[in-house]
């Protein structure tokens, strides 16, 4: 779909940087000039920050008050505070550096791609997954049903997934001989109940002093003081929102970094050597990033080359407008093709080859310095705009720098051979899904221990950091129990 959009933009974009396109019934303005984007979605922030309506969504902008998906909502009150808690509890566990959650996962990963390498694109779901777990409910077992059920909503809302997206009317046939209304019913009720699991069990476990720091904890302790949010219901949502929400978002950009190492050798042996040098042979961290501007430059490069949401998410205007002589209509969906912006050959030369030079060279229109601070991801066009801009960048510059550092640190990433022929088998370039967020197509590669030193300091790595995470779990239970038997003995 974005290509298609991008085709008619060169053809009917013209000079404006937009065009406007009438789908089934729907007035979309389709903007391809990052210039556009910003007068219309920041400068006029005010009036065009609100969301379109997903049909195949119940009360997806929350209008009858559900305040169930916060990126959804409509501009309402819901929104604003749900926004403002989610906001907070990303910047507190960046300062804390998610409290090891990464590190711990990353590991993980390392070890999985060393016993199962070909489970690979599973495993790294997986792994965002049990971050998302971890810092919400303190609990990475979680992250199986937790990446389903991400799974489920993000088809839900894609054009690409239930056709009453498109045929709307469709929705609208009574629900009982209704099937898409149907199915819906059912991963709604089913999402919504796992939610509020989450948090009852979370504050059962709070009585007993048994639950660890998490965002579900942190909310129950003092959260519905300063956010104004309403209660059990709406908290249960806005927590489980966040763990779903940082699933594919961050997973699309790590398996596009797979495809551009594989295509690019050169590059890689660049970002190993830099991680070799910086880090005199161990892990990278995120302390050592000011001091990796290749690693975070081919991470960029990745994400502009192959952006995973290609599309944009969709703004609508909450009043009529005229923009550059044009008369605008309230309702009007403003799309920011995210697609065009990053392939624009005046800012980025060379538009379709993965060249990470333009972000660590004088020279080119992007770089920028100092290199200890750029190139950084924050801020790029893929991460949205104005009032509704991502709250998630700093999460994913941090995962992908302690994902990908990891991943050079133990392996070269390399194509596999077919075994009867001896050929490198293709790791295709252009195929992925459809969805809003996008991943690669399965493809098949090889991960090969970049030394048999390298392979053991990794699964030592991963058996220190396993068993202090058991230890600390013990040690916890362990004072609650005590402090319970205090209590129950003063009683
Ligand atoms: C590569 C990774 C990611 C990309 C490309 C991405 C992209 C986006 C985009 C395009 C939007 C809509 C912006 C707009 O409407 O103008 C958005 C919104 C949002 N993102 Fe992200 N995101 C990413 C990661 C994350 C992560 C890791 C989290 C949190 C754990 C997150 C949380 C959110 C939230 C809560 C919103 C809704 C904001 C609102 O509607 O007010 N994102 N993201």
Redesign the pocket.
């Known amino acids: 779909m974005w290509l298609k959009f991008h085709e008619w933009a060169k053809q009917y974009s013209g000079v404006n940087g937009f065009y406007m396109v009438e789908i089934l019934g729907t007035s979309i303005l389709v903007v391809s000039d990052e210039a556009v984007a910003e007068e219309l ?1 920041v400068k006029r922030a005010k009036y065009n ?1 609100d ?1 379109p309506e997903i049909r195949s969504i119940f009360d997806s902008k929350s209008t009858d008050g559900s305040m169930e998906y ?4 409509g501009k309402n009150q819901y ?1 604003a505070r749900q ?1 403002r808690l ?1 906001h907070a509890y ?1 910047t507190e566990a960046s300062n804390a550096h998610y409290y090891g959650a990464m590190y711990h996962e990353a590991k993980r990963w390392l070890v999985r791609l060393l016993e199962n390498p070909d489970d690979f694109q599973f495993s790294l779901e997986d792994m965002a997954s049990k971050v ?1 777990c971890q810092l919400t409910w303190d609990d990475p077992s979680l992250s199986e049903y937790c990446t389903r059920s991400a799974w489920g909503l993000l088809t839900q809302m894609s054009p690409a997934g239930p056709i009453t997206n498109v045929l709307t009317p469709l929705w609208h046939i009574p629900e009982i001989i209704n099937p898409w209304k149907r199915a819906e019913r059912k991963r709604h009720d089913e999402q919504q109940e796992w939610w509020k699991e989450r948090l009852l069990h979370t504050r059962a476990k709070m009585m007993l002093g048994l639950q660890r720091p998490c965002f579900a904890r942190q909310y129950l302790e003092k959260g519905h003081k300063r956010s104004n949010i309403s209660g059990d219901y709406e908290a249960s949502c806005v927590i489980g ?3 779903l ?2 699933i594919f ?2 997973a ?2 790590l398996s596009y970094w797979l495809v551009s190492m594989v295509h690019h050798p050169r590059w890689q042996a660049l970002v190993q050597k830099e991680i070799d040098d910086a880090c005199q042979g161990r892990m990278p961290t995120l302390e050592d990033a000011p001091r990796l501007p290749t690693l975070r430059a081919c991470i960029k490069e990745t ?1 502009r080359w192959k ?3 290609p599309t ?4 609508e205007m909450e009043a009529d407008d005229v923009y550059r002589g044009y008369f605008l209509a309230k309702g009007t969906r403003i799309l ?1 093709l ?1 697609w065009a912006f990053l392939r624009n050959p005046i800012k980025y030369p060379d538009p379709d080859n993965f060249r990470p030079e333009r972000w660590l060279e004088p020279g080119w229109p992007t770089y920028q310095e100092p290199l200890t601070q750029y190139p950084t ?1 924050k801020g ?1 066009t ?12 700093t ?2 510059q941090d ?2 720098i302690v994902a990908c550092g990891a991943l050079s640190w133990c392996f070269n990433l390399k194509p596999k051979k077919d075994l009867t022929t001896g050929l490198d088998l293709p790791v295709p370039l252009d195929k992925s899904n459809s969805l809003l ?1 996008i991943k690669p197509d399965p493809f098949q590669m090889a991960f090969e221990p970049r030394s048999e030193a390298r392979k053991q300091e990794a699964l030592r790595e991963w058996a220190k950091s396993e068993a202090q995470d058991r230890r600390e779990r013990y040690e916890f239970a362990k004072q609650a129990t005590i402090m319970l038997e205090k209590s129950r003995a003063e009683i």
């Open positions: 979605m920050s969301r916060l990126p959804l909502m929104w926004r989610t990303l998302m929102m966040i763990a929400v940082g978002t961050v699309g950009p994400m952006p995973n949401v944009g998410v969709a703004h920011p995210d991801i790029m893929t991460f949205g705009w104005g009032q509704r801009q991502c709250l998630g960048q999460l994913t995962e992908l967020i």
